[in-house]
Protein backbone atom coordinates (compact mmCIF):
# COMPACT_ATOMS: atom_id res chain seq x y z
CA UNK A 1 0.00 0.00 0.00
CA UNK A 2 1.36 3.65 -0.83
CA UNK A 3 0.46 5.82 1.90
CA UNK A 4 3.03 7.56 0.07
CA UNK A 5 0.79 8.51 -3.12
CA UNK A 6 -2.54 9.47 -0.83
CA UNK A 7 -0.64 11.69 1.65
CA UNK A 8 1.15 13.52 -2.04
CA UNK A 9 -2.39 13.52 -3.34
CA UNK A 10 -4.30 14.56 -0.34
CA UNK A 11 -1.28 17.46 0.15
CA UNK A 12 -1.69 18.76 -3.65
CA UNK A 13 -5.48 18.97 -3.44
CA UNK A 14 -5.83 20.50 -0.19
CA UNK A 15 -3.15 23.37 -1.01
CA UNK A 16 -4.46 24.22 -4.17
CA UNK A 17 -7.77 24.15 -3.23
CA UNK A 18 -7.32 26.19 -0.41
CA UNK A 19 -5.86 29.42 -2.67
CA UNK A 20 -9.81 29.70 -3.35
CA UNK A 21 -11.03 28.56 -0.30
CA UNK A 22 -9.97 30.24 2.68
CA UNK A 23 -9.76 29.09 6.24
CA UNK A 24 -11.59 25.77 5.87
CA UNK A 25 -9.20 23.03 5.94
CA UNK A 26 -11.16 20.73 7.64
CA UNK A 27 -14.31 21.06 5.32
CA UNK A 28 -11.80 20.30 2.06
CA UNK A 29 -10.44 17.19 3.75
CA UNK A 30 -13.86 15.93 4.21
CA UNK A 31 -14.49 16.36 0.54
CA UNK A 32 -11.20 15.00 -0.14
CA UNK A 33 -12.20 11.79 2.03
CA UNK A 34 -15.42 11.75 0.35
CA UNK A 35 -13.62 11.40 -2.80
CA UNK A 36 -11.20 8.51 -1.65
CA UNK A 37 -14.14 6.56 -0.74
CA UNK A 38 -16.08 6.78 -3.79
CA UNK A 39 -18.59 8.88 -1.98
CA UNK A 40 -21.00 11.79 -2.45
CA UNK A 41 -20.90 15.23 -0.43
CA UNK A 42 -23.67 17.18 0.45
CA UNK A 43 -22.96 20.92 1.50
CA UNK A 44 -25.45 22.78 3.37
CA UNK A 45 -25.09 26.28 4.46
CA UNK A 46 -26.30 29.51 3.91
CA UNK A 47 -25.76 31.23 0.61
CA UNK A 48 -22.59 33.46 -0.20
CA UNK A 49 -19.88 31.23 2.03
CA UNK A 50 -18.47 29.23 -0.63
CA UNK A 51 -20.33 26.11 -1.75
CA UNK A 52 -20.05 26.24 -5.59
CA UNK A 53 -16.92 27.58 -5.25
CA UNK A 54 -15.69 24.73 -3.42
CA UNK A 55 -17.03 22.32 -6.14
CA UNK A 56 -15.93 24.09 -8.97
CA UNK A 57 -12.10 24.40 -6.97
CA UNK A 58 -11.83 20.34 -6.88
CA UNK A 59 -13.11 19.96 -10.02
CA UNK A 60 -10.55 22.22 -11.68
CA UNK A 61 -7.68 20.52 -8.94
CA UNK A 62 -8.47 17.41 -10.36
CA UNK A 63 -8.67 18.11 -13.78
CA UNK A 64 -12.04 15.91 -13.52
CA UNK A 65 -15.11 16.16 -16.31
CA UNK A 66 -17.25 18.35 -14.57
CA UNK A 67 -20.99 19.31 -14.62
CA UNK A 68 -23.42 21.91 -13.07
CA UNK A 69 -26.88 21.24 -12.44
CA UNK A 70 -28.86 24.35 -11.30
CA UNK A 71 -31.95 22.12 -9.89
CA UNK A 72 -35.59 24.13 -10.05
CA UNK A 73 -39.34 23.40 -9.15
CA UNK A 74 -39.55 22.21 -13.04
CA UNK A 75 -36.81 20.35 -13.63
CA UNK A 76 -37.48 17.17 -15.29
CA UNK A 77 -35.71 13.53 -14.33
CA UNK A 78 -34.89 13.83 -18.11
CA UNK A 79 -33.54 17.06 -17.67
CA UNK A 80 -30.44 14.89 -15.41
CA UNK A 81 -30.36 11.64 -16.55
CA UNK A 82 -30.40 12.58 -20.22
CA UNK A 83 -33.01 11.17 -23.39
CA UNK A 84 -33.24 8.60 -25.83
CA UNK A 85 -33.40 10.45 -29.54
CA UNK A 86 -35.19 8.42 -32.65
CA UNK A 87 -32.20 8.52 -35.18
CA UNK A 88 -33.86 8.55 -38.67
CA UNK A 89 -31.26 8.24 -40.74
CA UNK A 90 -29.64 4.54 -38.87
CA UNK A 91 -33.49 4.05 -38.04
CA UNK A 92 -32.35 3.41 -34.04
CA UNK A 93 -32.80 5.54 -30.36
CA UNK A 94 -29.75 7.27 -29.80
CA UNK A 95 -29.33 8.17 -26.11
CA UNK A 96 -28.10 11.98 -25.39
CA UNK A 97 -26.85 12.21 -21.90
CA UNK A 98 -27.52 14.56 -19.29
CA UNK A 99 -25.27 16.27 -17.38
CA UNK A 100 -25.48 13.76 -14.61
CA UNK A 101 -22.82 11.85 -16.79
CA UNK A 102 -19.30 13.70 -15.72
CA UNK A 103 -16.86 12.60 -12.90
CA UNK A 104 -17.62 15.26 -10.67
CA UNK A 105 -21.51 16.63 -10.78
CA UNK A 106 -22.49 19.57 -9.05
CA UNK A 107 -26.24 19.19 -7.51
CA UNK A 108 -27.01 22.94 -7.16
CA UNK A 109 -29.36 23.70 -4.26
CA UNK A 110 -30.95 20.16 -4.53
CA UNK A 111 -33.98 20.53 -2.64
CA UNK A 112 -35.58 23.28 -4.85
CA UNK A 113 -36.23 20.39 -7.40
CA UNK A 114 -39.02 17.92 -6.90
CA UNK A 115 -39.11 14.88 -5.13
CA UNK A 116 -39.48 12.87 -8.80
CA UNK A 117 -36.69 14.77 -10.31
CA UNK A 118 -34.12 14.12 -7.00
CA UNK A 119 -35.19 10.91 -7.30
CA UNK A 120 -33.18 10.40 -10.81
CA UNK A 121 -30.33 10.59 -8.72
CA UNK A 122 -30.61 7.52 -6.30
CA UNK A 123 -29.97 5.40 -9.16
CA UNK A 124 -26.81 7.23 -10.42
CA UNK A 125 -25.70 7.90 -6.47
CA UNK A 126 -25.96 4.24 -5.64
CA UNK A 127 -25.07 2.21 -8.30
CA UNK A 128 -22.38 4.57 -10.84
CA UNK A 129 -25.44 3.72 -13.82
CA UNK A 130 -28.13 5.15 -15.24
CA UNK A 131 -31.45 3.57 -16.75
CA UNK A 132 -33.13 5.44 -19.57
CA UNK A 133 -35.85 3.81 -21.72
CA UNK A 134 -34.93 0.28 -20.53
CA UNK A 135 -31.07 0.46 -21.36
CA UNK A 136 -28.54 1.05 -18.28
CA UNK A 137 -26.17 3.40 -19.09
CA UNK A 138 -22.33 3.37 -16.78
CA UNK A 139 -21.41 6.18 -15.16
CA UNK A 140 -17.75 7.63 -15.59
CA UNK A 141 -14.70 6.49 -12.57
CA UNK A 142 -14.35 8.44 -10.57
CA UNK A 143 -18.54 9.59 -10.12
CA UNK A 144 -18.74 11.73 -7.49
CA UNK A 145 -22.37 14.46 -6.35
CA UNK A 146 -21.47 17.57 -4.45
CA UNK A 147 -25.06 18.80 -3.35
CA UNK A 148 -25.51 21.98 -2.00
CA UNK A 149 -28.54 23.12 -0.01
CA UNK A 150 -29.75 25.49 1.77
CA UNK A 151 -31.21 25.12 5.35
CA UNK A 152 -32.56 28.40 5.95
CA UNK A 153 -35.01 29.03 3.29
CA UNK A 154 -38.24 26.72 2.96
CA UNK A 155 -40.76 28.38 0.50
CA UNK A 156 -40.51 26.87 -2.75
CA UNK A 157 -38.50 23.49 -1.76
CA UNK A 158 -38.62 20.29 -1.16
CA UNK A 159 -36.45 18.48 1.90
CA UNK A 160 -34.29 15.56 1.08
CA UNK A 161 -36.40 12.01 1.89
CA UNK A 162 -34.24 9.99 3.90
CA UNK A 163 -33.05 7.75 1.45
CA UNK A 164 -31.27 10.15 -0.51
CA UNK A 165 -29.49 11.91 2.27
CA UNK A 166 -28.91 8.12 3.19
CA UNK A 167 -26.84 8.17 -0.30
CA UNK A 168 -23.97 10.92 1.32
CA UNK A 169 -21.13 9.93 2.80
CA UNK A 170 -20.75 12.76 4.91
CA UNK A 171 -22.49 16.12 5.09
CA UNK A 172 -20.82 19.34 5.91
CA UNK A 173 -21.44 22.69 6.53
CA UNK A 174 -18.63 25.72 5.29
CA UNK A 175 -19.97 28.23 7.81
CA UNK A 176 -18.46 31.59 7.99
CA UNK A 177 -14.90 32.64 7.42
CA UNK A 178 -13.94 34.53 10.29
CA UNK A 179 -12.80 38.09 10.28
CA UNK A 180 -8.95 37.67 9.31
CA UNK A 181 -10.12 34.77 6.63
CA UNK A 182 -12.63 37.41 5.19
CA UNK A 183 -9.95 39.96 5.24
CA UNK A 184 -7.58 37.69 3.72
CA UNK A 185 -10.29 36.81 0.80
CA UNK A 186 -11.14 40.40 0.27
CA UNK A 187 -7.33 40.93 -0.61
CA UNK A 188 -7.24 37.73 -2.66
CA UNK A 189 -10.43 38.94 -5.15
CA UNK A 190 -9.06 42.55 -5.08
CA UNK A 191 -8.39 42.28 -8.79
CA UNK A 192 -9.36 39.11 -9.81
CA UNK A 193 -11.38 35.78 -8.87
CA UNK A 194 -8.46 33.09 -7.81
CA UNK A 195 -10.35 30.53 -9.13
CA UNK A 196 -9.81 32.06 -12.40
CA UNK A 197 -5.94 30.96 -12.02
CA UNK A 198 -6.49 27.53 -10.47
CA UNK A 199 -4.55 24.73 -12.26
CA UNK A 200 -5.26 20.97 -12.17
CA UNK A 201 -2.13 19.81 -9.91
CA UNK A 202 -3.45 15.93 -9.70
CA UNK A 203 -4.00 13.11 -12.39
CA UNK A 204 -7.42 11.48 -12.50
CA UNK A 205 -4.99 8.48 -12.33
CA UNK A 206 -3.41 9.47 -9.16
CA UNK A 207 -6.81 9.33 -7.90
CA UNK A 208 -8.03 6.30 -8.66
CA UNK A 209 -4.68 4.41 -7.88
CA UNK A 210 -4.78 6.59 -4.08
CA UNK A 211 -8.58 5.20 -3.79
CA UNK A 212 -7.17 1.33 -3.96
CA UNK A 213 -5.08 2.47 -1.56
CA UNK A 214 -7.79 3.30 1.32
CA UNK A 215 -8.84 -0.54 0.34
CA UNK A 216 -6.01 -1.72 1.94
CA UNK A 217 -6.30 0.37 5.90
CA UNK A 218 -6.36 -2.09 8.27
CA UNK A 219 -9.50 -1.64 10.79
CA UNK A 220 -9.16 -4.28 13.81
CA UNK A 221 -11.97 -5.71 14.91
CA UNK A 222 -12.42 -3.97 18.19
CA UNK A 223 -12.26 -0.57 16.24
CA UNK A 224 -14.86 -1.83 13.65
CA UNK A 225 -16.67 -3.44 16.80
CA UNK A 226 -16.40 0.22 18.11
CA UNK A 227 -18.34 1.75 14.81
CA UNK A 228 -20.98 -1.23 15.18
CA UNK A 229 -21.91 0.30 18.89
CA UNK A 230 -22.16 3.75 17.35
CA UNK A 231 -24.32 2.95 15.11
CA UNK A 232 -26.88 0.81 16.72
CA UNK A 233 -26.55 3.41 19.32
CA UNK A 234 -28.22 5.80 17.40
CA UNK A 235 -31.34 3.54 17.02
CA UNK A 236 -31.83 2.60 20.40
CA UNK A 237 -31.37 6.27 21.74
CA UNK A 238 -34.61 8.03 23.28
CA UNK A 239 -34.58 11.12 21.42
CA UNK A 240 -34.29 9.47 17.64
CA UNK A 241 -37.02 8.56 15.58
CA UNK A 242 -35.36 6.87 13.11
CA UNK A 243 -31.51 6.06 14.04
CA UNK A 244 -28.51 5.65 10.73
CA UNK A 245 -28.66 2.48 8.25
CA UNK A 246 -26.14 -0.03 7.53
CA UNK A 247 -25.17 2.21 5.19
CA UNK A 248 -24.27 4.85 7.34
CA UNK A 249 -21.68 1.81 9.39
CA UNK A 250 -20.23 1.27 6.37
CA UNK A 251 -19.93 5.60 5.20
CA UNK A 252 -18.33 5.97 9.21
CA UNK A 253 -15.88 2.63 8.48
CA UNK A 254 -14.50 3.42 4.87
CA UNK A 255 -14.51 7.53 6.03
CA UNK A 256 -12.16 6.60 9.37
CA UNK A 257 -10.03 4.63 6.90
CA UNK A 258 -9.77 7.26 4.51
CA UNK A 259 -9.06 9.79 7.40
CA UNK A 260 -6.63 7.31 8.91
CA UNK A 261 -4.21 7.08 5.60
CA UNK A 262 -4.09 11.28 5.18
CA UNK A 263 -2.60 11.18 8.66
CA UNK A 264 0.00 9.05 6.91
CA UNK A 265 -1.04 5.74 9.13
CA UNK A 266 -2.57 1.86 7.53
CA UNK A 267 -4.20 1.38 10.98
CA UNK A 268 -7.21 2.72 12.07
CA UNK A 269 -7.45 4.06 15.25
CA UNK A 270 -10.59 4.92 17.79
CA UNK A 271 -10.12 8.56 17.15
CA UNK A 272 -10.55 8.74 13.37
CA UNK A 273 -13.98 7.17 14.04
CA UNK A 274 -14.65 10.01 16.50
CA UNK A 275 -13.39 12.47 13.69
CA UNK A 276 -15.80 10.89 11.37
CA UNK A 277 -18.69 10.22 13.40
CA UNK A 278 -20.46 13.47 13.37
CA UNK A 279 -20.25 14.10 9.19
CA UNK A 280 -21.26 10.45 8.35
CA UNK A 281 -24.16 10.10 10.56
CA UNK A 282 -25.85 13.18 12.11
CA UNK A 283 -27.53 13.47 8.38
CA UNK A 284 -28.73 9.86 8.64
CA UNK A 285 -30.74 10.45 12.01
CA UNK A 286 -34.21 11.28 12.36
CA UNK A 287 -35.12 13.15 15.60
CA UNK A 288 -38.47 13.11 17.59
CA UNK A 289 -40.82 15.93 17.49
CA UNK A 290 -40.40 16.12 20.83
CA UNK A 291 -36.66 16.55 20.25
CA UNK A 292 -36.71 19.02 18.35
CA UNK A 293 -38.99 21.06 19.86
CA UNK A 294 -35.79 20.70 22.77
CA UNK A 295 -33.38 21.89 19.03
CA UNK A 296 -31.93 18.92 19.59
CA UNK A 297 -30.82 17.20 15.97
CA UNK A 298 -28.84 14.58 14.47
CA UNK A 299 -25.29 16.68 15.58
CA UNK A 300 -25.95 16.76 19.09
CA UNK A 301 -27.44 13.01 19.20
CA UNK A 302 -23.78 11.92 17.94
CA UNK A 303 -22.53 14.58 20.27
CA UNK A 304 -23.72 12.64 23.42
CA UNK A 305 -22.85 9.22 21.68
CA UNK A 306 -19.28 9.50 21.47
CA UNK A 307 -19.21 10.63 24.94
CA UNK A 308 -21.77 7.72 25.90
CA UNK A 309 -20.47 4.53 23.96
CA UNK A 310 -17.64 3.07 25.21
CA UNK A 311 -14.24 2.48 23.10
CA UNK A 312 -13.85 -1.46 23.23
CA UNK A 313 -10.50 -2.18 24.95
CA UNK A 314 -10.11 1.33 26.05
CA UNK A 315 -6.47 2.33 27.24
CA UNK A 316 -4.58 5.43 28.75
CA UNK A 317 -4.66 7.97 25.93
CA UNK A 318 -0.96 7.68 25.74
CA UNK A 319 -0.99 4.00 25.46
CA UNK A 320 -4.01 3.87 22.86
CA UNK A 321 -1.95 4.83 19.44
CA UNK A 322 1.20 2.48 20.45
CA UNK A 323 -1.39 -0.38 21.35
CA UNK A 324 -3.40 0.05 18.32
CA UNK A 325 -0.45 0.41 16.22
CA UNK A 326 2.15 -2.40 17.67
CA UNK A 327 -0.91 -5.11 18.87
CA UNK A 328 -4.21 -5.17 16.83
CA UNK A 329 -2.48 -3.84 13.04
CA UNK A 330 -1.83 -6.64 10.95
CA UNK A 331 1.37 -6.55 8.57
CA UNK A 332 1.08 -3.97 5.52
CA UNK A 333 0.87 -5.27 2.23
CA UNK A 334 2.36 -3.82 -0.38
Not at 88 to 101: A, K, L, S
Not at 211 to 236: D, G
Not at 266 to 278: G, S, T
Not at 307 to 326: K, L, S
Amino acid sequence: MDLTLVQSVAHAVTENVERVIVGKRREVQLVLVALLCHGHVLIEDVPGVGKTVLAKAVARTLGTSFKRIQFTPDLLPSDVTGVSIFDQQRNQFEYRPGPIVAQLVLADEINRATPKTQSALLEAMEERQVTVDGQTYALPDPFVVLATENPIEYEGTFPLPEAQLDRFLVRISMGYPGRQNEMEMLERQHREHPLDALRQVVRVEELLVAQAAIKEVHVAPAVAEYVVSLVEATRNHADVYLGASPRGSLALYNAARAWAALAGRDYVIPDDVKALAEPTLAHRIIVTPSARMRHVDGRAVVGSLLGAVPVPGAAPAHHTERRYAASVREPSRG
